[in-house]
């Protein structure tokens, strides 16, 4: 299984080099990553936290994009431990919609955050997160499949992975963002 896993992510790769990556369709962002957090939360004990999303509407591939978000939601599990916090949430810049993915693990040495999103890039030490590799070459792939980015910011403690994804169109300005997921009645 994980070698058949290794074979998908590296022939995703090597459509997204082909440029065959993604479909673009319409998708709301506050619906779509409350349906990426849900399937999350029911997979792994940790503090999982849907923060402020932006109504409006993006143009992307949503089984790419699904798997960008797998990825990094992933490597939050992978370097967090039970109970520890997971929060998925957006907010908007000049260039669109950024999707944001922050934990609160050992976090990454600024010397990795330049070439982490390359791929087979490790962190050096072991104490650190070691493993990184294809996955978030993957992230890359497909947020510049998209005609965005996708970036690192290291945190006192723990981890922020931002997608900027620039085909976003912002809801009429009567509508405000989506309530931050847990709401406090289900805390």
């Given at each position: 299984?994980?070698?058949?896993?290794?074979?998908?992510?590296?022939?995703?790769?090597?459509?997204?080099?082909?440029?065959?990556?993604?479909?673009?369709?319409?998708?709301?962002?506050?619906?779509?990553?409350?349906?990426?957090?849900?399937?999350?939360?029911?997979?792994?004990?940790?503090?999982?936290?849907?923060?402020?999303?932006?109504?409006?509407?993006?143009?992307?591939?949503?089984?790419?994009?699904?798997?960008?978000?797998?990825?990094?939601?992933?490597?939050?599990?992978?370097?967090?431990?039970?109970?520890?916090?997971?929060?998925?949430?957006?907010?908007?810049?000049?260039?669109?919609?950024?999707?944001?993915?922050?934990?609160?693990?050992?976090?990454?040495?600024?010397?990795?955050?330049?070439?982490?999103?390359?791929?087979?890039?490790?962190?050096?030490s072991s104490e650190d997160r070691a493993g990184l590799g294809i996955g978030l070459a993957i992230v890359d792939a497909i947020a510049r499949a998209h005609g965005g980015s996708c970036s690192?910011?290291?945190?006192?403690?723990?981890?922020?992975?931002?997608?900027?994804?620039?085909?976003?169109?912002?809801?009429?300005?009567?509508?405000?963002?989506?309530?931050?997921?847990?709401?406090?009645?289900?805390?």
């Amino acid at each position: 299984a994980r070698i058949d896993r290794i074979v998908e992510r590296l022939l995703l790769l090597a459509r997204a080099e082909r440029g065959s990556l993604i479909e673009l369709g319409e998708l709301e962002p506050e619906q779509f990553l409350e349906d990426v957090l849900l399937r999350w939360s029911e997979v792994a004990e940790r503090s999982w936290r849907l923060g402020p999303v932006p109504q409006g509407s993006l143009r992307a591939d949503p089984d790419a994009l699904r798997i960008a978000l797998d990825a990094l939601l992933e490597n939050a599990v992978k370097y967090t431990e039970r109970g520890d916090s997971v929060e998925l949430s957006a907010r908007t810049d000049d260039a669109g919609l950024v999707i944001e993915v922050a934990d609160s693990g050992p976090g990454i040495p600024l010397d990795a955050a330049n070439s982490i999103f390359t791929r087979s890039s490790r962190t050096t030490s072991s104490e650190d997160r070691a493993g990184l590799g294809i996955g978030l070459a993957i992230v890359d792939a497909i947020a510049r499949a998209h005609g965005g980015s996708c970036s690192l910011e290291p945190n006192e403690r723990g981890s922020t992975f931002a997608l900027h994804l620039p085909d976003y169109r912002p809801a009429d300005a009567g509508e405000g963002s989506l309530e931050a997921w847990p709401r406090p009645s289900e805390t």
